[in-house]
């Protein structure tokens, strides 16, 4: 799975085989097919582990952050750190020739990352750093499209955008829209934040 998992990441869903998975690690595709008899398989075995891995640093973020705002900043280190790893196409691809699996991706983006994202909103209305009016369901169905909207290469081509520098227009445009005074104060020392090393 780890092997499959940077070839896919370095080269995108699409034009891996069976066949480069087993020549990649050196062993047969028949022990491969013993564990896994389609990609499909595959793909649908790393995105579980995936969401593990997703739900267990959201919470971390949620416990060890000071408030709505330095989570979110956490939360965009990890999004940074999978974009400089991932083929910009590997999100369009599942959703184009993996149909299954994109269905259980979106499942998970509409439960649980929608969740997170109007829970700290409400976080944040209640520290008093976000704007009391805002539109909580409204605002956190719009940035849990936004986070896929950057790896779609129709509206954002890898030639001419970089997903990161993208991803990190969004939260900017997001943050500042969601916060009040305080919030903004806020996200500027995270701006300058050496720790948290998100240059928005």
Known sequence: MKGAEELFFRYGLKSIT?????????????????????????????????????????????????????EIFMTMQQLREMANMMNPRLLFELKKFHAKVWKDFEDFKQQVILQCVTDNLKRGIKQGIYRKEIDIDT??????????????????????????????????HFLYGVANAKGHELIEKYKKSKTLNVPL
């Open 139 to 172: 605002l956190s169905r719009m940035r849990v499209e936004q986070l896929e909207l950057a790896w779609n290469p129709e509206i954002f081509p890898p030639a001419k955008y970089d997903i990161t520098k993208t991803q990190l227009t969004f939260l900017e």
């Open 18 to 70: 069976m066949d480069d998975i087993a020549k990649y690690l050196g062993m047969s595709k028949r022990t491969i097919y013993e564990n896994f008899p389609t990609k499909d398989s595959i793909i649908s075995a790393l995105l579980m582990l995936q969401r593990k891995k997703s739900l267990h640093d959201i919470e971390t973020y949620r416990k060890e952050s000071k408030d709505a705002i330095e």
